[in-house]
Nanobody, 129 residues
């Protein structure tokens, strides 16, 4: 498994931007498809974005499409989430996660939290109106 540590969260005004980072330990990071999820108080954890092992394929939740961008740097063992045009409804704890090895990189699999085997501790993002 891979160990994950998120950073980059904080407080931002509506319309602002943040970039989240997720640093992974282990030499096999490039083997993992990665995802970002978020969880607001009283709500279930929801899919935000996912990226395949090479970075060539990405998926997004409809609620963030056109505003967020996921990317990765395998040389640095890091995956990023650039968040622009932030809205108060984006307020949540954001988690990065690694898709279990052997699972196909398809929407049906990458949007389901239980298909991810490694999780970071989360980073808080608060968007004020």
């Amino acid at each position: 498994q891979v160990q994950l540590v998120e950073s980059g969260g904080g407080l931002v005004q509506a319309g602002g931007s943040l970039r989240l980072s997720c640093a992974a330990s282990g030499r096999t990071f490039s083997s993992y498809c990665m995802g970002w999820f978020r969880q607001a108080p009283g709500k279930e954890r929801e899919f935000v974005a996912a990226i395949n092992w090479s970075g060539g394929i990405t998926y997004y939740a409809d609620s963030v499409k056109g505003r967020f961008a996921i990317s990765r740097d395998n040389a640095r063992n890091t995956v990023y989430l650039q968040m622009n045009s932030l809205k108060p409804e984006d307020t949540a704890v954001y988690y990065c996660a690694a898709l279990k090895l052997g699972y196909p990189f398809l929407v049906a699999y990458t949007t389901t939290p239980s298909n991810f085997g490694s999780w970071g501790q989360g980073t808080q993002v608060t968007v004020s109106s």
